[in-house]
T-cell receptor, first 114, second 112 residues
């Protein structure tokens, strides 16, 4: 069964600093990969996704992620964070080939300090 | 274009009661999935409905059941509520043939 690991439970970053959130997955082949963001009391908003092709994907709000097959990783990055980026971030995977289920990591809570 | 909507937003029940949560998918979407998100955890897949049938199910007991209507909206029913059922319940929809699911704001259920 596939699994997702987000090793950082909580990260604190200064406003304007760069950000990298880590995500590792376990799956026999290359799955579909997603990053979602959840603000307090809200549902999940899709930031970006990877299905195939270029391993560097661009998303909304200035986020990007890079798929590295050799490391089974899909880390999320942003060059300069804004106070509004404070939220919970979830990495998720889905098997290719019609399997509907999304498997999520436990999330990384991002705090932004002035 | 309305996104995924869920009702109610919040709900308080007592142990042993039954609850029904509702979801309207994004316009043009015909597939609905339900997830449970316990506090401090990532969402866990409950089940998925397409063409009014349950197509896939996660590791949840039979107390969790669902339904999909001809207009693609869906209900999640939980019987014999336990304290551990307290969570945020998320509905997600997609169009068959597309790979991306879109999530609603969730229903927060508290079981006392």
């Amino acid at each position: 069964a596939q699994s997702v690991t987000q090793p950082d439970i909580h990260i604190t970053v200064s406003e304007g600093a760069s950000l990298e959130l880590r995500c590792n997955y376990s799956y026999g082949a290359t799955p579909y990969l997603f990053w979602y963001v959840q603000s307090p009391g809200q549902g999940l908003q899709l930031l970006l996704k990877y299905f195939s092709g270029d391993t560097l994907v661009q998303g909304i709000k200035g986020f990007e992620a890079e798929f590295k097959r050799s490391q089974s990783s899909f880390n999320l990055r942003k060059p300069s964070v804004h106070w509004s980026d404070a939220a919970e971030y979830f990495c998720a995977v889905r098997k290719t080939g019609g399997n509907e289920k999304l498997t999520f990591g436990t999330g990384t809570r991002l705090t932004i300090i002035p | 274009d309305a996104g995924v909507t869920q009702s109610p937003t919040h709900l308080i029940k007592t142990r042993g009661q039954q609850v029904t949560l509702r979801c309207s998918p994004k316009s043009g979407h015909d597939t609905v999935s339900w997830y449970q998100q316990a506090l401090g955890q990532g969402p866990q897949f409950i089940f998925q409905y397409y063409e009014e049938e349950e197509r896939q199910r996660g590791n949840f007991p039979d107390r969790f059941s669902g339904h999909q209507f001809p207009n693609y909206s869906s209900e999640l029913n939980v019987n014999a509520l336990l304290l551990g059922d307290s969570a945020l319940y998320l509905c997600a929809s997609r169009s068959r043939g597309q790979e991306t699911q879109y999530f609603g704001p969730g229903t927060r259920l508290l079981v006392l």
